[in-house]
């Protein structure tokens, strides 16, 4: 079993730019594939990102190609994402997961979830 607490989130204007991070521990964490998930208002939990057990290969829903960056360090157990030319259509909860096995490409089996940040862009 593994907990994860994410942070990071606030209130910023529409091309601003914000940095997540999620903690985790319980096992060790490099061997988890790690994600990143969101949920604005009035919407279905939606795939962001994710990232492989070593940081080797990484998956990104389309509309935040070019902007978001998911990165690890696995010396801190902590998975970061770096999310820049923020748009308010980028306003929601966002929540880190992880899972056992599998690769980034399959996007589902999320095993354990963070309590979530939310991130406010205004325009």
């Known amino acids: 079993q593994v907990q994860l607490v994410e942070s990071g989130g606030g209130l910023v204007q529409a091309g601003g730019s914000l940095r997540l991070a999620c903690a985790a521990s319980?096992?060790?964490?490099?061997?988890?594939?790690m994600g990143w998930f969101r949920q604005g208002p009035g919407k279905e939990r939606e795939f962001v990102a994710a990232?492989?057990?070593?940081?080797?290969?990484?998956l990104y829903e389309d509309s935040v190609k070019g902007r978001f960056t998911i990165s690890r360090d696995n010396a801190k157990n902590t998975v970061y994402l770096q999310m820049n030319s923020l748009k308010p259509e980028d306003t929601a909860v966002f929540y880190c997961a992880a899972k056992e096995g599998g690769t980034v490409r399959i996007t589902s089996d999320y095993h354990y979830w963070g309590q979530g940040t939310q991130v406010t862009v205004s325009s």
């Open positions: 990232i492989s057990r070593y940081g080797r290969s990484t």
């Open positions: 319980g096992r060790t964490f490099s061997g988890y594939v």
